[in-house]
């Protein structure tokens, strides 16, 4: 009798030490992100037309708006975006890379995936519409 008391005594202390854990894991993550966690996102770059700083703002501003996108930067030269995500949130590489390039398309800019409606493009300001490639 007195035997099982202790192992439920035990079970107890395990649990509560099991849950201890678990709440730090989880504040860890609510955080922002740390140096090792930067060091886990994973960078991706494909193409994307525009012409100006506008234009640089709208996209980096939609590539953004994707869960798990940390950082997101659009050359206006080379017209090249990078974008960094967590892998930790996205296991799949092209699942994430194909949302980004259909909201930057939807945001009226084409991509090397993707084609903006002629509706959004006409939309954008005229500083903004690229030359499209037929
Ligand atoms: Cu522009």
């Known amino acids: 009798m007195k035997k099982q008391i202790l192992k439920v005594g035990t079970v107890a202390v395990m649990l509560c030490s099991m849950l201890t854990a678990q709440s730090v894991i989880g504040q860890e993550t609510n ?21 100006c700083g506008m234009c640089k703002k709208r996209i980096e501003k939609a590539a ?3 869960d798990g996108v940390k950082e997101a930067n659009w050359d206006v030269e080379t017209k090249v975006l990078s974008v960094k995500f967590s892998d930790i949130t996205f296991g799949e590489h092209n ?11 939807a945001a009226g800019h084409d991509t090397q995936f993707n084609k903006a ?18």
């Not at 140096?35 to 037309?49: G, I, P, R």
Request: overall charge negative; charged content about 25%.
């Open 64 to 66: 953004l708006s994707v």
């Open 31 to 51: 955080t922002k992100i740390t140096q090792e966690e930067k060091e886990e996102l994973v960078n991706a770059t494909f193409t994307v037309y525009g012409n």
């Open 95 to 105: 699942y994430s890379i194909n949302t980004v390039s259909e909201k930057i398309a």
């Open 117 to 134: 409606s002629e509706d959004v493009y006409n939309a954008l300001p005229g500083c903004c519409q690229y030359d499209r490639k037929e």
